[in-house]
């Protein structure tokens, strides 16, 4: 996995809970701590702070990889605005990943195994997307497509439909969008 | 000074300039890896650009259609650039008169339903220099970046563009040189800033595609030149008939086959008295008639006054019908613009493919049997080979002729041609002799003639230029280094094999050759024979124009053909000793080619009066009987270890001005 990876996990723990939780964590998991954006760095030491994160939070791998993913977004349109500038909304920013953001990903790090997504739209003009990895990280999609939808001031409704965690043989969401904000969802 | 303040030991300002300094630390990471990732992504796309421009390079490599180098590349970059529609734009064949961008139909592979539209209407359109992208592409010679297709008022295909969903275009030349060779163009779905750094890579490709419509070019050119050859070489250049060469093709076959030849009665009378071109359009005429007669098989022209053709007949009989009732095609006048001509026609018949006995070809034979039908005043014949054995029977003088070619019963002989400034030999003419073994002395002009009609004038001709350029040898080891002069025919001035056969031996043997032309013969057929003269001038070939003023005259023509020497027909030089007109006549036509930077040949001189006048008139060469008949090569190496023309270099020093007389000092009539 590479190394900008484990930095925006360190910048969203050290954002939520500050530095020393980091620092905790890393002794928690028994990993090095230093990681540079363009290195690469075994998955087994995500997995271990994950892990680590869950204990202290008391939290399953799934909830934290989801809260990751949701409080990794601001971090992203921090580093790389003009992924956030080219897509008008969040559907459009979601739709665009495999055709944009993983090909300017795979010139920044080159070697980027990243995970491909089919997607597709079902009657209800929802967007289908598969979620093929071999990380079987489905739930950091989802908090990065939560985290987007929150960036752009949408709502959105993100609906799991089969897992491989459930013998699936992978992941598939359907994910809508609303125009209302998520503050008047909230309201509502 | 900066006062730098003592640093406290409190645990509490240790702590925060502690974090002060990992927030710093921190910062300096980030940027580092920001500058590093920077610089990665420029590197992996600096070797993405490249690897594209390789894999379209090496398929400009290896492949000789354009097409299929255009498609390598509209694929490539379309996977490259992710944009989704790439189509070329090329030439129309034909760029005679407008240069215009037409669709090529050749478009990226995974163009999607939406744009069906856009495609149909792209293809139904075409682009001169400036004119919308396409256009201005041709015109500027570089990429051109169309950020948002709305917002270009010079983009023509804006609302079908807008309709199927594409936004933003560029486009490239491939380039030749300078040329644009074809244009390629590409489509976005959604508005795009310019791309500096791509247009720079996609042109550096166009150069790479301009290599694939160069080299088709070339090869389109070469192949079109040899079939051009081809046909030049299969077909009469005067009537664009097929020729003697064809026939022959069609005639190896036997296989219940039968060649006809149809010459013109009295060839010759018809000729003089029409032209050469108007003769050439007769024989067109005549063979369309025939065309039409023999159901579509094609007629060949066999020689200036024949046509030949292959029939299909069951026994000789039949073949005799087929060819009587082809000469009867030519019972009605053949009408030309502005004249009517009356021809009839003789046939000669032979089988086809090889038969045993002396003479092979079925086209000499149907020849043979021509003249056998007109010797024995029939309408057609077939060839008879007992005849044609028996000497006593009807012989064709022209298959003698060829046979008598290899038994030295024909020889060359050469009439000196004397140079008056210097008192020289300087140039001897070719001419051909033949003794018939039964019949005797055969004059040249009956034999020349037979030739012209029957279309051996090319191998007659032929064999005269070898044997100039054997006994051009022959006298410059005996150390005389002088030019020959051969006779060519008008109809070899539109006869690429000869010039061909001609510029090939010239090449080969260094001979100092003069070529001898009837200004006629370039005035029936100027185009054609101009651009021969210009070849034969350019390979060092003398071309000298002969007969002048016993034919048509054309000052426009002589200005146009590239000779060296004009010869003044001998009607006008013999007289000259009692005509004050001819004398006129010919100082006037000296002064006239001099003029054009001719040199003058007076042809025919037979008095040492003549001389004089001549070399007064300011004459270059004289040839005639007065300086030397034309004598065999081993009495020419002799006549040129003795003095020219005794008495003449006296008369040179003595009088610079034109002497009335010189019958004194000429006294001595040279031998031969």
Known sequence: MKGVVFNLLEGAVSRAFGDDTWEALIDAAGVSGTYTSIGSYPDSEMEALVSAAGQALELDRNQVLRWFGQNAIPLMADIYPD??????DARTFVEGINSQIHTEVRKLYPGAACPHFNMRSNSSGDLVMDYISTRNMCALAQGFVEGTAVWYGEAVTFEHVTCTSHGAPHCTFAISWSSETLDEVKAA | MISVPSRSDDPGDQIYRLERRLARE??????????????????????????????IASAANLLDDPSDAFRVALDEICNYTGWPIGHVWIFAEDQSETVELISSGVWSSNTSVETEDFRRVTQSMTFGPGSSLPGRVLEKRHAVWIADIGQDIHFQRARIARECGLRAAFAFPALIGTEVGAVLEFFQSTTRAPDEELMRTVEQIGAQLGRVVERKRNSDREAA????LTHMALHDQESGLPNRLWLEREAAIDAGLWVVLLGVDRFEVVRNAIGYDSMARMMTALAARLVRLAEGVAIARIGAGALGLVVEAADEAGALIIAERLCATAEAPIRLSGTTVDVSLTAGVSTCGRQPGGVSS??????????QARAGKKRATLFDAVAYGNPGGNLSLISDLMVGLKTRDAWVAYQPKFELRTGVINGAEALMRWRHPRRGFVSPDLFIGMAEETGQIRPLTEWIVRQAIKDQRTLAEAG?????????SGRLLSDENFAEFALRKVAASNARLCFEITETAVIDNPEFALAIIDRFAAAGIGVSIDDYGSGLSSLAYLKQIRADELKIDKSFIMPLDTSSRDALLVKSTIDLAHSLGLKVTAEGVETATALALLKGMGCDIAQGYFIGRPMLIADLIVRLGKPAVPGVVSISS??????????MALSRVPSG
Do not use: C, W, Y
């Open chain 2, 26 to 55: 921190r910062e300096v990471r980030l940027m580092a890896e920001r500058i590093a990732e920077q610089g990665t992504r420029d590197l992996f796309i600096q070797k993405q650009r490249l690897k594209l421009v390789e894999s």
């Open chain 2, 654 to 663: 003595s009088s610079p001005k034109a002497p009335t007389t010189g019958s």
């Open chain 2, 225 to 228: 030149d040899k079939a051009r």
């Open chain 2, 480 to 488: 005389h280094d002088i030019v020959l002069s051969v006779n060519v």
């Open chain 1, 83 to 88: 992924f956030f500038s080219a897509a008008p």
């Open chain 2, 362 to 371: 079925p086209i000499d034979r149907a020849a043979i049997a021509l003249d």
